[in-house]
């Protein structure tokens, strides 16, 4: 898929940019502050997924502003998409393909594929297990209408039964039992889905995020995936039972898929305390990049990469190694001196100033 035009009104500092991009590479220029990455979160918004700089909606629209406008026109197949999305600061945003309302923002993935690439994906290694579970959903949910209808339906049950024993105040009575288990059975349902789901994920990108931190790094080293979901063992049904007591005094939901974390190790050593930063970033990337080849084998369709100052934050090698690990697709990528590593050829560069795009 390409990305033929994007327009963005009133989105962050973007008041009216109207821009038409590189089928091939497109690199983004500017002075830090102007709005470099706001232009690349606004298009990496329009497949659906959350602010990869995890910004909530009222940050995404422009002061004094009650509604932020996202639209681009997409090439997929030999056919012609208009994607467009209102963010709402005050009530419920909306999004719409060809004129028809999207239900769920994350079935915008089945017309807009991305994959992005940020300075923070740092954190996919060394922050908290919510990251690496977005990650995760994220990618799943690009290939999958299946995934996205259940992890939705998962979230709805989850916020259910944690109101109900916030409720309960802490006393465990008949009729509070006899809703749990109501909404007990429908969490199970869900949670073993998710949980197939993810565990046939982490399965198919182990050996290819392997094979991308050796050409990354630059050396041969092992590294194992594993998916922490201890419910699955003991099956979800049991594992709630045991922390029936701990959940009604703490009011929420303490195990299931929410609570799931992937632990990467390298050698053998968690690489979340063990591996150097060199090293951590060099097992970001080879997420990121086995990310964009599950997403191409599960929907035969390329994704659009964007690159935030990627490069910025990696040696001469390893920018240049993960320079021959991109693919050949549509490239969008930002830089706050200019320059790009050997193998980038920009087929355009525009420079953004103070929220307005200028050709170069």
């Not at 009530?91 to 923070?120: C, E, Y």
């Not at 990251?131 to 259910?160: H, K, M, N, P, Y």
């Not at 182990?206 to 922490?228: K, P, T």
């Amino acid at each position: 898929m390409i990305i033929k035009r994007l327009w963005l009104t009133d989105f962050r500092n973007h008041l009216t940019t109207d821009v038409e991009l590189n089928k091939k590479t497109t690199l983004i220029v500017g002075l830090n502050g102007h709005g470099k990455t706001n232009l690349i979160e606004g298009i990496h918004l329009l497949s659906g997924a959350r602010s990869f700089r995890g910004a909530k909606v009222d940050a995404l629209v422009a002061d004094g502003k009650l509604s932020a406008y996202l639209r681009a026109e997409i090439d997929h197949n030999d056919r012609s998409s208009l994607v467009e999305i209102e963010l709402a600061s005050q009530g419920r945003s909306k999004a719409q393909v060809n004129k028809q309302k999207v239900k769920r923002f994350r079935d915008l993935g089945d017309t807009v594929r991305i994959v992005v690439f940020s300075p923070d994906d740092l954190e996919i290694i060394k922050g908290p297990p919510s990251v690496r579970r977005v990650l995760l959903d994220e990618t799943i949910a690009i290939g999958s209408a299946e995934f996205r209808a259940v992890r939705t339906e998962f979230d709805q049950i989850l916020r259910q039964r944690n109101n109900l024993l916030k409720q309960a105040r802490g006393r465990r009575t008949d009729e509070l039992e006899s809703n749990l288990l109501i909404w007990d059975n429908q969490l199970i349902e869900a949670a073993d889905s998710i949980g197939d789901h993810r565990a046939n994920f982490v399965a198919s990108i182990q050996s290819i995020v392997a094979d991308f931190y050796q050409r990354v790094a630059g050396v041969s080293s092992d590294v194992m995936l594993l998916l922490n979901t201890d419910w699955r063992d003991e099956g979800l049904a049991t594992a709630l039972f045991k922390h029936r007591d701990d959940e009604v005094r703490r009011g929420m939901t303490l195990v299931g898929p929410h609570r799931d974390d992937l632990t990467i190790l390298l050698g053998s050593l968690n690489s979340r305390s063990h591996a150097s930063q060199g090293e951590q970033r060099s097992l970001a990337l080879a997420l990121r990049l086995a990310s964009y080849v599950y997403v191409e084998q599960v929907t035969g369709d390329q994704s659009v990469v964007l690159l935030d100052d990627v490069f910025s934050e990696l040696d001469e090698n390893r920018a240049r190694r993960l320079v021959e690990c991109l693919p050949d697709a549509q490239i969008i990528l930002t830089s706050a001196t200019g320059t790009v590593p050997e193998g980038i050829e920009p087929g355009q560069t525009l420079e953004v100033i103070e929220g307005r795009i200028h050709g170069c």
